[in-house]
């Protein structure tokens, strides 16, 4: 297994430029999230989706947009970047199970600078 | 509203002793917390979690506490070893709407010295 994993590792962008990180996940689990994490802080949740076709704003949703058309596959979509927006996404799945475990599994990130 | 809380940014520890990490929450619906270690350039990796049922619950070197009352929980190490030197995230979470969220901590930056 692959994990999650991310893509791109690194992107710059001008301000207004628009792009889309992809995240994918090949362990069958519903659940996707999708983080920011700013520098000295905590990791702040943008979107969720609990299953393909579902997803739910989380914490910090403006500026992002996410959609859900499989299980595996959950790209976060920056429409007009702005310098706000500079941060590392980190993309997590977890199995939704009630009786199985609760963590979640991340990828190794994305660094985003917009200038 | 930070609803959970990492009051030490870092923490410098010698090998082989013990190491604790703190964590502080406010929201009394939370019923399960977990820790998760960041070493630079990678995503955070599951370590240990308790479920609010609990008061402890240990793996191998790692035991994390849970203070239901004081809305407290501690990670400890023991021994500290250099490799455990890394970010350290506290995360609460709990149903809302449905579904399990979480909330993170700000982290502590753990450095065990050889």
């Known amino acids: 297994n692959a994990g999650v994993t991310q893509t791109p590792k690194f992107r710059i962008l001008k301000i207004g430029q628009s792009m889309t990180l992809q995240c994918t996940q090949d362990?069958?689990?519903?659940?996707m999230y999708w983080y920011r994490q700013d520098p000295g802080m905590g990791l702040k949740l943008i979107y969720y989706?609990?299953?393909?076709?579902?997803?739910d704003k989380g914490e910090v949703p403006n500026g992002y947009n996410v959609s859900r058309s499989t299980t595996e596959d959950f790209p976060l979509r920056l429409e007009l970047a702005a310098p706000s927006q500079t941060s590392v996404y980190f993309c997590?799945?977890?199995?939704?199970?009630?009786?199985?475990?609760?963590?979640?599994?991340f990828g190794p990130g994305t660094r985003l600078t917009v200038t | 509203d930070q609803q959970v809380k990492q009051n030490s940014p870092s923490l410098s520890v010698q090998e082989g002793r013990i190491s604790i990490l703190n964590c502080d929450y406010t929201?009394?619906?939370?019923?399960?917390f977990l820790w998760y270690k960041k070493y630079p350039a990678e995503g955070p990796t599951f370590l240990i979690s308790?479920?609010?049922?609990?008061d402890k619950n240990e793996d191998g070197r790692f035991t994390v506490f849970l203070n239901k009352s004081a809305k407290h929980l501690s990670l400890h190490i023991v021994p500290s070893q250099p490799g455990d030197s890394a970010v350290y995230f506290c995360?609460?979470?709990?149903?809302?709407?449905?579904?399990?969220?979480?909330?993170f901590g700000t982290g502590t930056r753990l450095k065990v010295l050889a």
């Open positions: 997590a799945s977890r199995d939704p199970s009630p009786a199985g475990r609760y963590e979640q599994y």
């Open positions: 362990m069958n689990h519903n659940y």
């Open positions: 989706s609990v299953g393909a076709g579902i997803t």
């Open positions: 929201n009394s619906m939370f019923d399960y």
């Open positions: 308790i479920s609010s049922i609990k």
């Open positions: 995360a609460a979470s709990g149903i809302t709407s449905g579904t399990y969220k979480y909330i």
